[in-house]
């Protein structure tokens, strides 16, 4: 019968605080920059001019039809090649960035897409800047629309995050990792490591939940 022993695990704390430290550091950045990625994308493929909704749309199927592990790969061993050495968090980052941008680029699409014709033309007939119609009449309406598709998407990065440990970012996946190779506990390793992902998911998306509506409706 085996004999499970988490302390051997729960021992090595601070590891793991810091490896959960390190993945919500990089789904909080990549989560502010991806979106923005996204609605600047959004708009290019809506409204854009063509010379520039073209590559656009290139970027974003390039990104949704190749793993994320290979953009991770290209990013941290190709680039390089090129002359642009970046270190493993960072690589991480730009990776997590660049892969959530495109799938909010198509999210925030979908609800631009689903505006009103009449609602923009009423705002046309207040004299309100493109600009202004954009931003304050389009797109929060969209992004209340696509906000739990959004929220979904952002989770998916997160625990997408645990290949990054390949690279050798010290994120929660690479602690869970490095604690079994130094007890060889990895049954107990890993079952913590899922139980920390569970909890930072369910709290994420409560935090996300919580958050969308006051930003996005000010209250």
């Known amino acids: 019968m085996i004999a499970l022993d988490f302390s051997a695990v729960l021992a090595e704390w601070p590891l793991l605080a810091k490896g959960a430290g390190m993945t919500v550091l990089l789904t909080a950045v990549s989560s502010v920059v991806g979106l923005a990625i996204g609605i600047g994308g959004a708009w290019a493929r809506w409204q854009g001019p063509r010379w520039l909704a073209l590559p656009v749309g290139a970027y974003v199927e390039l990104i949704r039809n190749t793993p994320f592990i290979v953009q991770l790969f290209f990013l941290f061993f190709g680039l390089p090649s090129l002359g642009a050495k970046l270190s ?14 495109a799938y909010a680029t198509e999210l925030v699409r979908a609800g631009l897409v689903g505006t009103p014709k009449g609602q923009i033309e009423a705002a046309q007939s207040l004299a309100l800047s493109p600009r202004q119609i954009f931003l304050k009449v389009v ?17 998916i990065v997160m625990l997408g995050s645990a290949v990054c440990g390949q690279i050798s970012t010290q994120e929660l996946s690479y602690a869970s990792n490095l604690i079994q190779s130094r007890n ?11 139980l920390m ?23």
């Open 139 to 155: 797109l929060p309406p969209a992004l209340k629309r696509v906000w739990p598709a959004l929220v979904s998407q952002i989770i």
């Open 88 to 101: 493993p968090e960072a690589a991480s980052m730009l990776a997590m960035m660049i892969n959530l941008g």
């Open 197 to 219: 992902y569970l909890a930072l998911a369910m709290a994420l998306r409560r935090l996300l939940h919580w958050l969308g509506p006051r930003v996005l409706e000010g209250r």
């Open 184 to 194: 060889f506990r990895a049954f107990e390793s890993f079952i913590i490591g899922t």
